[in-house]
């Protein structure tokens, strides 16, 4: 059981703006930045959104991050095909001393 | 460009000891300000957290790790490794090495910049 909370499963069409949740409590999100990451089939995980709604470079603007009290939403804007993978939240939880993730969303462009 | 590359064994007996190694290159492993994690995912699950260490060797692990769990660093080789005791098939999982930097305004959070490709290591008799 991951301590951040995210939906499974999340599906859009080609051209739509989908959004992913995560929910924590005030250990983690509620007092912490959260950051998002995007993982392929069998690679690695890679950084898109850090301190709730930063990009590193070169990720596009089609990815949008924002966080409100103990739960954050990454936005998925002009959905395309390639945006099909699984994200996960981040945070780091202070109870903890260390970063906790969501389970992870598996997303599905139809 | 940094690259990071596990390496240790890929199957490993029940009660044994894990050891993988971390070999950083095209940087230093010694830069101030830049942590290294190591980082886990079950078959199928979700990541997670294993312990971090800086190049002077402070290390920091996860509570329902902490027992079972040893990280070293070698700068001389630019490495830096992980020890699993006991283990069982719940650790079973694909181990990440991973860079942890400080964000801009000084905050240090999950901000992992660079992975190695992930070593699947399955622990079975």
């Known amino acids: 059981q991951s301590v951040l909370t995210q939906p499974p499963s999340a599906s859009g069409t080609p051209g739509q703006r989908v959004t992913i949740s995560c929910s924590g409590s005030?250990?983690?999100?509620?007092?912490?930045?959260v950051y998002w990451y995007q993982q392929f089939p069998g690679t690695a995980p890679k950084i898109l959104i850090y301190?709730?709604?930063q990009r590193p470079s070169g990720i596009p603007d089609r990815f949008s991050g924002s966080k409100s009290g103990a739960s954050a939403s990454l936005a998925i804007s002009g959905l395309r095909s390639e945006d099909e993978a699984d994200y996960y939240c981040?945070?780091?939880?202070?109870?903890?001393?260390?970063?906790?993730f969501g389970g992870g969303t598996k997303l599905t462009v139809l | 460009q940094l690259q990071l590359q596990e390496s240790g064994p890929g199957l490993v007996k029940p009660s044994e000891t894990l050891t993988l190694t971390c070999t950083v290159s095209?940087?230093?492993?010694?830069?101030?300000?830049?942590?290294w994690a190591w980082i886990r995912q079950p078959p199928g699950k979700g990541l997670e957290w294993i312990g971090t260490i800086y190049h002077r060797g402070s290390t920091y692990y996860n509570p329902s790790l902490k027992r079972r769990v040893t990280m070293s660093v070698d700068t001389s080789r630019n490495q830096f490794s992980l020890e699993v005791d006991y283990l069982t098939a719940t650790d079973t999982a694909v181990y990440y090495c991973?860079?942890?930097?400080?964000?801009?305004?000084?905050?240090?959070?999950?901000?992992?910049?660079?992975w190695g490709q992930g070593a699947l290591v399955t622990v079975s008799s």
């Open positions: 301190t709730n709604d």
């Open positions: 981040a945070a780091w939880d202070d109870s903890l001393s260390g970063p906790v």
């Open positions: 095209g940087g230093s492993i010694s830069i101030v300000g830049y942590y």
């Open positions: 991973a860079r942890r930097l400080v964000d801009g305004n000084g905050y240090y959070g999950p901000h992992f910049d660079h």
């Open positions: 005030s250990s983690n999100l509620g007092n912490n930045y």
